[in-house]
């Protein structure tokens, strides 16, 4: 399972977009460059009552920033091997072509949460629309970034070419059709070479060690050279700002010196911390600030010179801070994962021993059966009152990328989809759950068409789930449903409403931890779930961005990938990727499960 990496081969490919590649090297230096050609297709602008859109077949994306124009990106990826020095990237573009528009272009819409009941917001940011010459105001943007690629550690380019810029005051759109881009870079001057020692590192209080042997020697059997390592020694061992720090810390020299490809974190958030970060935004006239709780900061150990990833760049102690429009300063973070990263939310060792026995199950009884091949795929209308069965047509879209498998549809539309149905169709047995619609800490729920009526599933409907061995990977594209600071006091408030004196009542144990729906899905004993993917934080909808489309990008991966967690961290990277401006996405999704859990078993 492990590897010696990398070679001095540079490697491209490309993720958008039609063209050529040539490369030059310069013969008596380490200096090299890389180049490609761009041609896209004519663009397509259509009316639609009081903006246009403007689209292009080869953009994957387009600019997201709310209340500014809406326009395509066509996105290149150059992947060189670790240790790389990038010395320049430049875009050299045709000349742009003049093409005069009645109306404006349409504004991008605030994000949506999932949970909300409003329609999107769109309106203008006077700052473009009234005041700026040309939008965006440079033709590319180009970042260098660290990560992995299946198991190789790698250097990434990645370029956003803006094919088309808007003058707002002209109403005129300026359309180049062709681009040449060039990156000059400088090959290491010897290969980075990974240890081999190790693939899997589990971190865990020491009082889960003996529960969590039998899974060491399981994985070792099966190829997968694993190792424990105690909070206690980290914590003894390094020094950093907080205890997730030293964590990190361990987990890099883990890296560097065993060459370790995932990493499995044992305990819940009071025995193993989570990292917070920071966001603050003003939309229009309101700001939107939050925390988010992620284990992303785990997986981002290297920055593209190769040096620790600490996303605390201004020193102050808050980590991972984003400021949209308004004061701050932004840390500058990677994001891109260096390892495969997914957690165990334990509390106490019964649960790490179910776990356990789950995984090992799964890895030793799951080839070759047949109920495998089953995908679950369970949705409605998530906005009633909007156009369309949102969580249907999310459903629709996996089922196209998961064709080798039968889809059991599960829906609102049709009555198709109770608490009832889904734990029969659990029961049967199925590789995936694909969950589109609304979710809470303590499950979730969608609408019939047009209505305010609630379809839910909720925790307690899991004793329904006796699927035993025939564990799911489940994906919540959803809220909440990996909240893991979830405590007695937000329960009670769920249950009972706003009730000072009960609230009060409890006040003392108001801090208790409450099992979240996606870790009680994991830890069931009769069955549930081996894996699940949930937001620790309310989550955005959309197919172009959002909990939708980092959903899709997840299922995408499965052809290429052979552990849950390869799954996970390609549609991380995917998502940095093509959706850079949005930070909270890709870090408040993190993966309940192990990292190394072999897709469909040995």
């Known amino acids: 399972m492990k590897k010696l990496i990398l070679s001095c081969i540079i490697g491209m490919f490309v993720l958008s977009g039609i063209g050529t590649v040539a490369t030059t090297n310069i013969r008596d230096t380490a200096l090299s460059s890389i180049s490609e050609s761009i041609a896209v297709s004519e663009l397509v602008i259509k009316d639609t009552g009081p903006y246009v859109t403007v689209t292009l077949d080869e953009a994957a994306s387009s600019l997201l920033d709310p209340g500014k124009p809406l326009l395509p990106v066509v996105t290149k990826v150059f992947v060189f091997p670790f240790g790389t020095r990038i010395l320049d990237v430049t875009v050299r573009a045709s000349e742009a072509r003049e093409i005069s528009i009645s109306k404006p272009v349409i504004p991008a819409s605030e994000p949506m949460p999932v949970g909300s009941a409003e329609a999107p917001k769109t309106i203008q940011d006077p700052m473009v629309y009234d005041q700026a010459p040309v939008y965006p105001f440079s033709g590319f943007c180009s970042t260098t970034r660290a990560g992995v690629q299946g198991n190789d550690h790698v250097v990434f380019v990645i370029v956003q070419w803006y094919p088309v810029r808007y003058a707002p005051a002209q109403n005129m759109l300026y359309f180049s059709d062709y681009a040449q881009i060039q990156v000059s870079y400088e090959e290491p001057a010897t290969p980075s070479l990974f240890s081999d020692d190790y693939d899997l590192v589990i971190i865990a209080p020491s009082r889960f060690s003996n529960a969590l042997q039998p899974l060491i020697d399981h994985k070792v059997t099966m190829g997968v050279n694993a190792l424990l390592k105690t909070t206690e020694e980290i914590y003894a061992e390094y020094n950093g700002f907080d205890e997730a720090e030293e964590i990190k810390y361990y987990i890099k020299k883990a890296l560097d010196t065993l060459g370790v490809s995932y990493v499995l974190l ?86 790490v021993r179910t776990v356990v026995n789950k995984i090992i199950r799964y890895e030793t009884e799951t080839a070759g059966e047949s109920w495998f091949n089953n995908i679950i795929l369970v949705g409605g209308d998530t906005f009633p009152g909007w156009d369309g069965n949102e969580g249907e047509i999310k459903n629709l879209l996996t089922a196209e990328i998961m064709s080798d498998f039968t889809p059991v549809w599960l829906w609102t539309s049709d009555d198709s989809f109770t608490a009832k149905s889904l734990n029969q169709a659990i029961n049967r047995g199925a590789g995936f759950i694909d969950y589109s619609g609304h979710g809470f800490e303590i499950g979730l729920g969608t609408h019939p068409p047009n209505s305010e009526e609630w379809v839910t599933y909720h925790s307690n409907n899991l004793f329904g789930a006796v699927n035993f061995n025939k564990l799911p990977i489940v994906f919540f594209d959803a809220c909440l449903t990996a909240k893991l600071d979830f405590n007695l006091s937000e329960f009670l408030t769920y249950a009972l409403g706003d009730n000072p004196v009960v609230l009060e009542r409890f006040s003392r144990i108001a801090a208790l931890q409450i099992p979240t729906f996606a870790w009680w899905m994991v830890r069931l004993k009769s069955g549930g779930a081996i894996a699940t993917i949930g937001a620790t934080r309310t989550a955005f909808g959309g197919l172009d961005s959002g909990a939708g489309y980092i959903s899709l990008r997840f299922f995408e991966a499965y052809n290429t990938s052979d552990t849950v967690g390869e799954m996970m961290t390609s549609a991380q990277n995917d998502y940095i990727t093509f959706i850079p401006s949005d930070r909270f996405t890709v870090e408040e999704f993190i993966l309940i499960g192990d990292p190394s859990l072999k897709i469909g078993g040995y």
């Not at 290297?302 to 620790?308: L, Q, S, T, V």
């Not at 801070?321 to 939310?345: A, K, Q, T, W």
């Open 266 to 351: 044992v305990g819940s958030i009071k025995n193993l911390p989570i990292r917070t970060t920071w966001f603050f935004q003003r939309t229009h006239d309101h700001y939107w600030n939050e925390t988010v709780l992620t284990d992303l900061y785990y997986a981002d150990i290297y920055d593209a010179d190769g040096k620790f990833s600490n996303w605390d760049t201004n020193d102050n102690g808050l980590y991972g801070e984003v400021y949209i429009n308004c004061p701050g300063v932004s840390d500058i973070c990677d994001f891109y994962p260096d390892v495969h990263v997914g957690r165990l939310p334990c509390d106490r060792v019964s649960e």
